[in-house]
């Protein structure tokens, strides 16, 4: 049953992210992505993280993906018709490059899987919100305060960058 | 029980993709939301290894990371917007003030 669950939302996933990188509308790719992401939080329930299940669709797809959507539409983009209607070495550089880190990573894993240590399940509670709340305000106290004030910042930078008056830049010399 | 090689070889796939993504699109959201999903591709890692050795630090690690990525989509998108309004228009072939 996990093995049909990890095959369908893997294939799900990848189908996704790729239609998302191919399609010319942004709006689309959005709603991809979104897509991608359902599919990434069903993996991550499969592994036990549910706390992390939660948050992703909470925070990625319910937060970013709507902030997302809404600067795709309040900006009114026109498609990319141009995109793959004729052969660039561009594309073909930019899939060579990706192969290359894909078969990269793929070596290293097949080299990494042996020497790693098998462990007993000991830990199958690992991913519930109490065992991750434990360790977050008690070991991790500190960062956790930090990112708030991270937070903070980047609302406050977002807002003096987009609300900034608009001065066509002039140059004198011309 | 999935081995933890197929997580990770997911991870790869959708990091590559992602890779791909940003160097073709010209569209600056769409290279955003490419950065996004090579992100979700590392925390998909991330959380594989917590898994695999049943240990919660990973996961908090994630955690973090998707703070930061929420910080970092907001600015990135006001920085988006800021183009947009000097320069009507995200194509980044187009934002070449700085080119030589």
């Known amino acids: ?174 | 029980m999935i081995s933890i090689d197929w997580y990770l070889a997911l991870s790869a796939i959708l990091f590559c993709i992602g890779i791909v993504g940003v160097l073709i699109r010209k569209n600056a959201i769409v290279i955003f939301m490419c950065v996004e999903l090579m992100l979700n591709a590392v925390n998909l890692s991330l959380i594989s290894f917590s898994s695999h050795y049943g240990n919660v630090d990973g996961q908090i690690l994630v955690f973090f990371a998707l703070a930061v990525a929420a910080a970092e989509a907001v600015v990135g998108l006001a920085i988006i917007i800021a183009i947009f309004r000097n320069n009507l228009s995200v194509d980044i072939s187009r934002v070449n003030l700085l080119r030589w």
């Open chain 1, 1 to 174: 049953m996990i093995t049909f669950s990890f095959i369908f939302l893997a294939v799900l996933a990848v189908a996704s992210a790729l239609a998302m990188v191919i399609n010319k509308n942004a709006v689309n790719s959005a709603l991809f992505l979104v897509l991608n992401m359902i599919a990434l939080s069903g993996v991550y329930l499969l592994l036990k993280a549910q706390f992390l299940a939660i948050i992703q669709v909470l925070v990625y797809a319910g937060a970013i993906m709507v902030l997302f959507l809404f600067v795709v539409m309040l900006l009114n983009l026109e498609n990319e018709e141009q995109l793959f209607s004729k052969f660039r070495i561009k594309y073909f550089v930019a899939f060579l490059l990706g192969v290359g880190v894909f078969s990269q990573l793929i070596y290293s894993i097949g080299s990494l899987t042996d020497t790693l240590p098998v462990v007993a399940e000991q830990m199958t509670q690992a991913g519930t919100v109490e065992a991750i709340g434990d360790v977050l305000y008690t070991k991790y106290s500190l960062p956790f305060h930090i990112i708030a004030m991270l937070l903070t910042a980047a609302v406050n930078g977002a807002l003096m960058v987009a609300q900034h008056k608009t001065k066509p830049v002039t140059d004198e010399n011309d």
